[in-house]
């Protein structure tokens, strides 16, 4: 049946490009209250062209998470998170990433509807990098927001590891902030898992009649030492998850030594919270109010203020957030693994001028939880009407050691057939006992629906959908950047697990071969 819906217009250029920062802690301070603070240098070059050219050297370094803790982490130019990427709308950049590892890895540019061939996933977009070698993307940054980039090569393990970090495009003239910082959630395990095997995958030859014409060698996904399938000493995958990771991670720090955010009184503050990690976490900040602005980049319309409100930001979701600086005193915002609160939790210390960050205040009030479906105020575009309508529904066959999507489980995996113009509705339904934040490449896409009652707020426009066991959502989008696309769940286990689909255009012609010598792993 054909229907049509009022959605909120979802515009994508086809074309464009990324560049870089220091990955210092960097007040984006232009005017406002006070003086605004000088910015860190950037490590950016200027051709004669005006294209901006940037370096990633991809390299294992030795990190301190604290005084204690202390690993060794794969990183993006030797720092956790990676370097900061901060840009304008319309730059035109040039980003050589540089393998120095010792084995094959590639960068995926989260959200960013980037044209396919540079969407960073090898085996359907490019190959692996081999260590050693080097791989240039370029694009236009024409779309604003706050994105992400980290490996999609083995994700599970290299993403794991530490190879991720923030990408943000700022309009030119875009609304002026005192202080505009990212907070990047993260977890670590102290037991040294950060090479634990994800679940001794094979996935085999993987046929890309699907993903491409050639095969694909996925062999053993042994990650190290420690196997998290399902019957491991007879724990479930949750609970072998809560068992392992024990350190909650903020911009690549461990308490006591996470950063403290400083403020003065009035100042205008943005925060950018973006899940890098495995768990569900769960944000609250303490007798402020404050605004969600955007989800995974794109602006809320009319967002009100919150209080006592605690906001739940999946893997890979991102959530901007405007607080009214009116409580002056030491405080923590703090954040916590939801399904893993005994061992992943930790305060943000957020203090004013003239307080000291030894008697930190946090509040246990909250009133309720955030519902984006309700949020902001309502507001109409007319997409048109829906050409092509699917399920996805997300399961398991075996309590949580594989996972599937419509059954099918990767490499073996589900293809969604679209072409050039279509509307698109998908009906995703969450058949098992888990959180699957699911992530669509190339394309955002509205919410229209969650079980069965429509969106009543803001438009809801996204990368990365959060599908709590038993929910069912309804999403729509137009089908305008031709490619080959990945449609998968980003805890990564469950990927490499097998819940990974793909959007694939009719008559699409991808440039990129596979080459067989290559390990290409593309999760």
Known sequence: MIKSYSLAGITLALSFVIAG????AVDHSTMGHGEPQEQEQTQEAL???GMKVFDLNVTEVHWMFNDEIMDDTWTYNGSLPGEEIRVQEGDTVVLNVTNSLEEPTALHLHGFPVPNEMDGVPGVTQNAIMPGEEFTYEYQANVLGT???????DGARQVGKGLYGVFIVEPKDGELYDLDKVIVIDEWSSMGMGDMNHGSMDHGAMEHGSMSEEEMDHESMDHGNMDMSGDSDGLSHSEMMNKMYDTMVINGKAAPQIEAIRVEEGNKVKLRFVNAGLFTQVVSIPEHSFKI?????????EPEFLNNTTFR???AERYDVEIEMDNPGAWGIKVSAEENQEKLQSLIPFIYDGYEDNDIQTSETVSS?????TYGEAKDLNVGNITKEYDMILGTNDGGETF???NKSFPDHESYEVEEGDVVKFTLVNDTDVDHPMHL???????ISKDGTPISGSPIVKDTLNVRPGETYEIVFEARNLGIWMFHCHEFHHANAGMMAEVRYTGFDPAFTPDPSIPNKPE
């Open 21 to 24: 920062c220091s990955n210092d």
């Open 47 to 49: 051709t004669e062209d």
């Open 147 to 153: 994105y992400w980039y980290h490996s999609h090569q």
């Open 293 to 301: 602005t955007n989800y995974d980049g794109q602006p809320v319309n």
């Open 313 to 315: 930001i999946a893997p």
């Open 369 to 373: 939880f955030f519902d984006f479906t």
């Open 404 to 406: 599937t999507i419509n």
């Open 441 to 447: 490449h190339g394309e955002f896409f509205n919410v």
